[in-house]
């Protein structure tokens, strides 16, 4: 019987609704005390000592990077494979954009290229924790630390830290953990997605937490995004409400990017289910492995290992034998039985804003070989195990296995 399983639906239960329908209530439905709360409960999820939540994870990482002081005649490094965002953001900032191929078979940047390609005006690296798979961070803090001569700090935030700043696309990874470290604790600052289709959601949003620093305040950090993400306004409209408060400044004309209490009062709900979905995700990966353990011409990226744990955001596939017009064929014959499919994702240089800003996809061979056949599977914490069987009974017909 055919089934139609859905790539990446929001799991949404009646706690979520009633908690939206309280904030609808309440009479206070932008950023207010939820949107504080779920600061405090990243925060502390993150085991960090602040965090701020705003509209997207690509807010959070500019954000970042104007935090940082990064902006025209600075360099930042991202990886050749992952979502735009990863690079855009560079870009708004005013900042060159460096690429860095993948390591062979790997999804993860080359850190031998990544150390040649830092130079004095590298200010920031966006490493990607691609499907919720967390870096070698040791690898990329070793990189930096053997670069520490070349760099050049431009704000008082940058001279603290004393090197390139890592500043984690970590989109795919809330929850995830490397050597006893949440997702969160590990980078110099962190930006996390809770977009409809991410395992936590607040339908859009995101959030940034960051490792104290020393020297550093972090109220004067969180305020500095406060500033940013608001107009640069002096008090936000929560402050203005107190009995004769409604006088304020402007003291820069920044951005507007702030979270509603909406949408923080999904996430505190999310939150608190959060241990059952990460739960939930890897039960449906180690089905995935077994059902497609015999299938030779399919390898799933590995998520669980000895020493770091994914929060399993996707489940990434390589068809080996296929070339780019066979995968899409595959991808249509999936469709046909009720099962959505995606690209994680296409390298960057073979888009037209990355090409038209002189990208070339054959200085990138790595990432295109890994993205010509991969497939990425469906896996959503509203599946069940029974429809992992079904995918993987589908994909051995296509196969003749």
């Known amino acids: 019987m055919k089934r139609n399983i ?15 329908i309280e904030v609808l209530k309440s009479g206070w439905i932008t950023t207010g005390p939820k949107t504080k709360e779920f600061e405090r409960k990243i925060a502390e ?19 970042t990077l104007r ?72 690898k990329l803090y070793q990189v930096i630390d053997s670069t520490k001569d070349k760099f050049k700090s431009s704000n008082k935030i940058q001279e603290a ?24 604790e590990v980078a110099d600052f962190t930006s996390f997605s809770f977009h409809a289709v991410k395992n936590l959601t607040t339908a859009e949003g995101g959030a940034v937490t960051w490792k104290t620093i020393d020297g550093i305040d972090n109220e004067e950090i969180y305020k500095e995004f406060m500033l940013l993400s608001l107009h640069g306004q002096s008090k936000d409209a929560l402050a203005k409400t107190e009995i004769g408060s409604w006088e304020y400044d402007i003291v820069a004309p920044n951005y507007k990017c702030n979270m509603t209490d909406i949408m923080a009062a999904i996430g505190l709900i999310q939150l608190e289910r959060y241990p059952s979905i990460l739960k939930k995700r890897k039960k449906l990966i180690e089905a995935y492995e077994k059902e497609l353990s015999d299938v030779n011409m399919v390898k799933v990226l590995g998520h669980y290992h000895s020493e770091s744990n994914s929060s399993g955001h996707l489940l990434i596939t390589n068809f080996r034998d296929l070339n780019l017009e066979e995968r899409n064929d595959m991808i249509i014959s999936l469709a046909k039985e009720g099962i959505s499919t995606n690209v994680h994702y296409k390298p960057l240089p073979l888009l037209t804003a ?36 079904y995918i993987g009974k589908k994909i051995k017909k296509e196969n003749d296995l």
Not at 365 to 388: G, R
């Open 6 to 20: 859905p790539f990446s639906p929001p799991d949404i239960t009646e706690a979520e609704i009633n908690s939206v």
């Open 45 to 63: 999820y993150c085991r960090t000592e602040r965090a701020v939540a705003l509209n997207s994870a690509t807010a959070c990482m500019e954000m």
């Open 67 to 138: 935090v940082l002081g990064i902006g025209p005649g600075d360099e930042v490094i991202t990886s050749a494979y992952t979502y735009t965002a990863s690079a855009s953001v560079i870009h708004h900032v005013g900042a060159k954009i460096i690429l860095v191929d993948t390591q062979k078979d790997s999804y993860e940047m080359d850190y031998d290229q990544l150390a040649s390609k830092i130079t004095e005006k590298t200010k920031a690296i966006i490493p990607v924790d691609l499907a919720g798979i967390m870096c070698d961070y040791d």
């Open 161 to 184: 830290i004393g090197r390139v700043v890592v500043l984690a696309d970590a989109a795919h990874s809330f929850g995830a953990t490397y050597k006893n470290k949440i997702s969160g």
């Open 354 to 389: 990355y090409k038209n800003l002189g990208f070339d996809i054959e200085d990138y061979p790595n990432a295109y070989e890994l993205y010509v056949n991969e497939i990425t599977l469906p896996l959503n914490s509203l599946m069940s195990v029974e429809d992992v069987h």
